[in-house]
């Protein structure tokens, strides 16, 4: 099957620098990635959908400022945690769909692991 | 908007038993996709089977099975003969038929435990 790579998949950083989270599409083109968060035994919580040339649309409640999209390619993904903060210490997800619309299944990148201190 | 509910926050079965997971959910739509997804300790999110609701039939894969019942929006799973390797959070997910772009929404999940 597809295989979406996230990378890292933990990192740790201190308070007020930035982080960069990268979500690749192995063997497809997703025009359209999706990022997610998840708190400890909570279901995820979609933050912003990710649109290759284009900007991210975000959810309501999550500062686009903070939380920088980049989609250049039809591969490739980008999170950017900017002065990052304790309180955003968390599990990020991304996942994509194949462009193509071939199958309706979504494939989920392995995590990233979070730890602002 | 879609809202997917799971009314069971945990549940435990024992191994070589059967186990079923309940899913509501609410949308206006009339063509969607409903899922499973599977997150082991390692988090790693894994589809476990998927449902179209213009299909009538149930969905199977193998040990796991779908009971959809469009008109009640329920969408329950049900695993047999349990593995320890089931033990999971299982998430029901909802996708309205479109794009690639189309959105999924999770439900709350559930904790599965399967003990030997």
């Known amino acids: 099957?597809?295989?979406?790579?996230?990378?890292?998949?933990?990192?740790?950083?201190?308070?007020?620098?930035?982080?960069?989270?990268?979500?690749?599409?192995?063997?497809?083109?997703?025009?359209?990635?999706?990022?997610?968060?998840?708190?400890?035994?909570?279901?995820?919580?979609?933050?912003?959908?990710?649109?290759?040339?284009?900007?991210?649309?975000?959810?309501?409640?999550?500062?686009?400022?903070?939380?920088?999209?980049?989609?250049?390619?039809?591969?490739?993904?980008?999170?950017?945690?900017?002065?990052?903060?304790?309180?955003?210490?968390?599990?990020?997800?991304?996942?994509?769909r194949d462009s193509r619309g071939v199958g309706t299944e979504a494939f989920f990148g392995q995590g990233t692991r979070l730890t602002v201190v | 908007a879609q809202t997917v509910t799971q009314s069971q926050p945990e549940m435990s079965v024992q191994e070589a038993e059967t186990v079923t997971l309940s899913c509501t959910y609410d949308t206006s739509e009339n063509n969607y996709y409903l899922f499973w997804y599977k997150q082991p300790p390692s988090r790693q999110m894994i589809l476990v089977i998927r449902q179209e609701a213009y299909k009538q039939q149930n969905a199977t894969e193998n040990r796991f099975s779908v009971n959809f019942q469009k008109a009640a929006k329920s969408f329950s799973l049900k695993i047999s003969d349990s593995q320890l390797g089931d033990t999971a959070m299982y998430f029901c997910a909802f996708m309205k038929q479109g794009t690639s772009g189309s959105r999924l929404t999770f439900g709350e999940g559930t904790q599965l435990t399967v003990n030997p």
């Open chain 1, 1 to 96: 099957g597809a295989v979406v790579s996230q990378h890292p998949s933990w990192v740790i950083c201190k308070s007020g620098t930035s982080v960069k989270i990268e979500c690749r599409s192995l063997d497809f083109q997703a025009t359209t990635m999706f990022w997610y968060r998840q708190f400890p035994k909570q279901s995820l919580m979609l933050m912003a959908t990710s649109n290759e040339g284009s900007k991210a649309t975000y959810e309501q409640g999550v500062e686009k400022d903070k939380f920088l999209i980049n989609h250049a390619s039809l591969t490739l993904s980008t999170l950017t945690v900017t002065s990052a903060h304790p309180e955003d210490s968390s599990f990020y997800i991304c996942s994509a």
